[in-house]
């Protein structure tokens, strides 16, 4: 048997896809490794997936799109008690990666109804329950006695946080607080679980202590009754509707009529409210933004898998899809051949690799802050808050674009849901919107930036954090991309930074001056704020770019440094002429520099051409995981497709109720008149 680099070669596969296999020049385990930032990790991925693919019990038992909402949810509650009950077989305890794997590939992405449990509610009360508050709840939470959620955003309000109209109004005389939804737009809506399955949930509310607001703060809320999951006394309930997509979570809405809870049950590690209503500050105002913080954190990575779903699907079915010729005098082609395919879906592989290493240090960041954070040390909140805010909207953005672009790469099929191309684009555009819609954060970031360059723009760039020392640096007048016989990645490095630092500077250049003209504040920062949010971008962008140089140079491995070194030579070219614009209108890159990038560009195409199904196998995504017929490991995708539209509702029976109902009779008078 010979062994080959490429580890999904199986006997019987589709012999296009196996040829696409045996041209792999690296060893997808090792770049597993390399995607899941631990040999180890990718390992036990492996072992987990095996055992699930062992356990028929938790298999789908039929395709997603053929079941209803509720057949959905019936369906992921059964497979979700069962993995709860047999967790300890499966993954080791307590390990969120594990956990985060075992629920896609069982699960899937359409949620669960434990969703928001898990995503929020437990490192809500990690990072702000008192001690004595983790014992009460945190415990419970975590042995699935209670289910919880997170209950912020509001009918009328998401956004900002200051103008919620839920109120927690204090009672000195009971020692309560008296949780109030004055008005229908002060209601919560959108809360995952919320709807249906949660019991618990974390609720913000503005805090009244005496008649004075002290803004928005979290509580542990009892919502249901925890034998008959009756909604409580002064509890309005509900299911918002089907959205675009995540229909398996039970997005919700939530009303209080002047529902008490006691004091104790404000989340007081930080933040504490005596029996007698003296409040005591938190060490950081934002300190209780904390679960937005680690859903931002964290879905870097979660977006980047679901990118690279649709690019494993879209990269696999262009190999078996033969269609036109390129050599009149040659056989059909397969659809991967075309310049063009290629060009639609490299790029964002290289990007899908560029935010998984940007993920993986962005989780490392927010673990730091964390515990930093839980000694009384808030110092690098800031720093944390400004990176995930540009990340998670940039890295949203461009996952949608390029779920797209694979979908479109599948031509008709792709928009079949057999494809599955439909949901992960709706789950996963979902993440331009929750946690920050993605304008306000890149306006959150471009505070942070602003400030910046006030310090660099008033001779203090010495007090710039690392994240942003680039813009007190001097730039060269040109680049020297082409210019210098050993072009590497700091010449693109440097022209990032040169890009990112003008437009930093520029943008806030005319903040400033509006303001000089008289301007009041928040005037001139709406006026300036297109401008703010495109420095925001490419500040992140060139971090993204960072983010990628620094893992290439530590992998040691020569066969997957050879072929990462090539992503992220597509990855630079492809950024660059992607934001030329910015490159050219101050002459620092000039039209024959962005020629050679873009003979750059196809050259690295052609090269990584040999390597593409490789790149993208090496996400070791199951056959279950990916729930996507075009995308099947074993390439044999039209006999399954015809399997599929065979096994349609529609397909039980010959004749439809609606044809014998309607479209019979029609005919039939139609036919009747003529004569
Ligand atoms: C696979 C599918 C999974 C699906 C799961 C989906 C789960 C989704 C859950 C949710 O969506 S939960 C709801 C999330 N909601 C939001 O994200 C709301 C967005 N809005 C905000 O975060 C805030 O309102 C705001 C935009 C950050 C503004 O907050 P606020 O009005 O309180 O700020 P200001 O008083 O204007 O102060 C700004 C000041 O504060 C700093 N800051 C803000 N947040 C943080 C933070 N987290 N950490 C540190 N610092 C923070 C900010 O930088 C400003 O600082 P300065 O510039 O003034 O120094
Ligand atoms: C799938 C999904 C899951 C969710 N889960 C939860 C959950 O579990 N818990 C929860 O509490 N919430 C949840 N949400 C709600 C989500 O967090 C909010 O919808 C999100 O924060 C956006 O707020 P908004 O709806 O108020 O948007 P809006 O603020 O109304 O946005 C509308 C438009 O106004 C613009 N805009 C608003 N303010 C500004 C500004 N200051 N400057 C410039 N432009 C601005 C926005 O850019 C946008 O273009 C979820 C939402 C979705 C879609």
Same mark, same amino acid.
């Given at each position: 048997?010979?062994?080959?680099?490429?580890?999904?070669?199986?006997?019987?596969?589709?012999?296009?896809?196996?040829?696409?296999?045996?041209?792999? &020049?690296?060893?997808?385990?090792?770049? !597993?490794?390399?995607?899941?930032?631990?040999?180890?990790?990718?390992?036990?991925?492996?072992?987990?997936?095996?055992?699930?693919?062992?356990?028929?019990?938790?298999?789908?038992?039929?395709?997603?799109?053929?079941?209803?909402?509720?057949?959905?949810?019936?369906?992921?509650?059964?497979?979700?008690?069962?993995?709860?009950?047999?967790? $300890?077989?499966?993954?080791?305890?307590?390990?969120?990666?594990?956990?985060?794997?075992?629920? $896609?590939?069982?699960?899937?992405?359409?949620?669960?109804?434990?969703?928001?449990?898990?995503?929020?509610?437990?490192?809500? *009360?990690?990072?702000?329950?008192?001690?004595?508050?983790?014992?009460? #709840?945190?415990?419970?939470?975590? =042995?699935?006695?209670?289910?919880?959620?997170?209950? /912020?955003?509001?009918?009328?309000?998401?956004?900002?946080?200051? =103008?919620?109209?839920?109120?927690?109004?204090?009672?000195?005389?009971?020692?309560?607080?008296?949780?109030? &939804?004055?008005?229908?737009?002060?209601?919560? #809506? #959108?809360?995952?679980?919320? %709807?249906?399955?949660?019991?618990?949930?974390?609720?913000?509310?503005?805090?009244?202590?005496?008649?004075?607001?002290?803004?928005?703060?979290?509580?542990?809320?009892?919502?249901?009754?925890?034998?008959?999951?009756?909604?409580?006394?002064?509890?309005?309930i509900g299911d918002i509707g089907p959205k675009i997509?995540?229909?398996?979570?039970? =997005?919700?809405?939530?009303?209080?009529?002047?529902?008490?809870?006691?004091?104790?049950?404000?989340?007081?590690?930080?933040?504490?409210?005596?029996?007698?209503?003296?409040?005591?500050?938190?060490?950081?105002?934002?300190?209780?933004?904390?679960?937005?913080?680690?859903?931002?954190?964290?879905?870097?990575? %979660?977006?980047?898998?679901?990118?690279?779903?649709? *690019?494993?699907?879209?990269?696999?079915?262009?190999?078996?899809?033969?269609?036109?010729?390129?050599?009149?005098?040659?056989?059909?082609?397969?659809?991967?051949?075309?310049?063009?395919?290629?060009?639609?879906?490299?790029?964002?592989?290289?990007?899908?690799?560029?935010?998984?290493?940007?993920?993986?240090?962005?989780?490392?960041?927010?673990?730091?802050?964390?515990?930093?954070?839980?000694?009384? =040390?808030?110092?690098?909140?800031?720093?944390?808050?400004?990176?995930?805010?540009?990340?998670?909207?940039?890295?949203?953005?461009?996952?949608?674009?390029?779920?797209?672009?694979?979908?479109?790469?599948?031509?008709?099929?792709?928009?079949?849901?057999?494809?599955?191309?439909?949901?992960?684009?709706?789950?996963?555009?979902? %993440?331009?919107?929750?946690?920050?819609?993605?304008?306000?954060?890149?306006?959150?970031?471009?505070?942070?930036?602003?400030?910046? !360059?006030?310090?660099?723009?008033?001779?203090?760039?010495?007090?710039?954090?690392?994240?942003?020392?680039?813009?007190?640096?001097?730039?060269?007048?040109?680049?020297?991309?082409?210019?210098?016989?050993?072009? %590497?990645?700091?010449?693109y490095v440097k022209t990032f930074q040169h890009i990112?630092?003008? /437009?930093? *500077?520029? !943008?806030?250049?005319?903040?400033?001056?509006?303001?000089?003209?008289?301007?009041?504040?928040?005037?001139?920062?709406?006026?300036?704020?297109?401008?703010?949010?495109?420095?925001?971008?490419?500040?992140?962008?060139?971090?993204?770019?960072?983010?990628?140089?620094?893992?290439?140079?530590?992998?040691?491995?020569?066969?997957?440094?050879?072929?990462?070194?090539?992503?992220?030579?597509?990855?630079?070219?492809?950024?660059?002429?992607?934001?030329?614009?910015?490159?050219?209108?101050?002459?620092?890159?000039?039209?024959?520099?962005?020629?050679?990038?873009?003979?750059?560009?196809?050259?690295?195409? !052609?090269?990584?051409?040999?390597?593409?199904?490789?790149?993208?196998?090496?996400?070791?995504?199951?056959?279950?995981?990916?729930?996507?017929?075009?995308?099947?490991?074993?390439?044999?995708?039209?006999?399954?497709?015809?399997? #599929?539209?065979?096994?349609?509702?529609?397909?039980?029976?010959?004749? *439809?109720?609606?044809?014998?109902?309607?479209?019979?009779?029609?005919?039939?008078?139609?036919?009747?008149?003529?004569?």
């Amino acid at each position: 048997m010979v062994h080959h680099q490429n580890k999904a070669i199986r006997e019987g596969d589709n012999p296009d896809l196996t040829a696409e296999r045996v041209t792999g &020049t690296f060893d997808t385990h090792s770049m !597993a490794a390399q995607i899941y930032n631990s040999e180890a990790h990718a390992r036990r991925r492996r072992e987990i997936t095996e055992i699930i693919a062992k356990r028929p019990e938790l298999h789908d038992t039929k395709p997603f799109p053929f079941m209803t909402r509720e057949e959905k949810i019936l369906e992921s509650s059964r497979k979700l008690t069962l993995i709860t009950k047999h967790m $300890n077989e499966i993954i080791e305890p307590n390990n969120s990666n594990e956990m985060f794997h075992l629920n $896609n590939e069982v699960l899937g992405i359409e949620g669960h109804p434990m969703a928001l449990h898990g995503i929020m509610f437990i490192p809500a *009360l990690t990072a702000q329950a008192s001690e004595e508050q983790q014992k009460k #709840w945190l415990t419970r939470a975590i =042995n699935r006695e209670i289910v919880g959620t997170y209950a /912020q955003t509001e009918l009328g309000h998401g956004t900002n946080l200051q =103008n919620l109209e839920t109120t927690a109004t204090y009672d000195v005389a009971t020692q309560e607080f008296v949780l109030h &939804t004055p008005t229908i737009t002060g209601l919560k #809506w #959108w809360p995952g679980n919320l %709807g249906k399955s949660s019991n618990y949930a974390v609720v913000v509310a503005l805090m009244f202590i005496k008649g004075k607001n002290y803004g928005p703060h979290t509580f542990m809320v009892p919502l249901r009754d925890e034998k008959t999951h009756q909604p409580l006394k002064g509890i309005t309930i509900g299911d918002i509707g089907p959205k675009i997509a995540y229909n398996v979570t039970d =997005n919700g809405f939530l009303g209080f009529d002047h529902y008490r809870i006691p004091r104790t049950n404000l989340l007081m590690r930080h933040t504490r409210v005596e029996p007698d209503g003296t409040y005591v500050k938190p060490p950081h105002a934002k300190i209780n933004y904390s679960a937005m913080v680690h859903v931002r954190s964290h879905m870097i990575t %979660g977006q980047a898998i679901m990118l690279s779903y649709a *690019l494993t699907i879209a990269t696999r079915y262009s190999s078996v899809r033969r269609q036109g010729q390129i050599d009149t005098t040659q056989p059909e082609v397969k659809v991967l051949e075309y310049q063009t395919q290629q060009h639609r879906l490299f790029p964002y592989i290289a990007r899908a690799y560029a935010f998984v290493f940007a993920g993986a240090e962005t989780v490392k960041l927010y673990e730091r802050v964390l515990e930093e954070v839980a000694t009384g =040390n808030v110092s690098l909140m800031a720093d944390l808050h400004a990176l995930t805010s540009g990340l998670k909207s940039v890295v949203s953005h461009y996952t949608a674009q390029g779920i797209e672009q694979a979908r479109m790469a599948c031509g008709g099929h792709g928009y079949s849901q057999a494809s599955y191309m439909s949901e992960i684009f709706g789950v996963a555009v979902g %993440g331009c919107t929750y946690e920050g819609e993605n304008m306000v954060m890149l306006l959150q970031l471009a505070r942070y930036l602003v400030k910046s !360059a006030s310090l660099v723009k008033t001779g203090q760039s010495s007090k710039l954090g690392p994240l942003v020392a680039y813009l007190g640096a001097k730039s060269d007048s040109t680049s020297l991309i082409d210019r210098t016989p050993t072009t %590497g990645f700091a010449e693109y490095v440097k022209t990032f930074q040169h890009i990112a630092r003008r /437009q930093t *500077l520029k !943008a806030a250049d005319k903040f400033f001056g509006l303001m000089e003209k008289g301007e009041k504040r928040p005037i001139a920062w709406n006026k300036s704020s297109v401008e703010l949010n495109r420095a925001s971008r490419l500040h992140t962008r060139l971090y993204i770019v960072e983010a990628f140089v620094r893992r290439v140079e530590e992998v040691a491995d020569p066969r997957l440094k050879e072929v990462l070194t090539d992503l992220l030579h597509l990855h630079v070219n492809y950024e660059l002429l992607d934001m030329s614009t910015y490159a050219l209108e101050d002459g620092f890159v000039s039209s024959s520099q962005l020629d050679y990038v873009r003979d750059q560009l196809y050259f690295y195409l !052609a090269k990584i051409r040999p390597n593409a199904v490789s790149l993208v196998d090496s996400w070791e995504f199951s056959d279950q995981e990916l729930r996507s017929v075009l995308g099947r490991r074993d390439g044999h995708v039209y006999e399954n497709l015809f399997a #599929w539209a065979k096994a349609s509702p529609l397909n039980k029976t010959d004749v *439809l109720p609606s044809v014998d109902k309607y479209l019979k009779p029609l005919m039939e008078s139609a036919r009747a008149s003529k004569l």
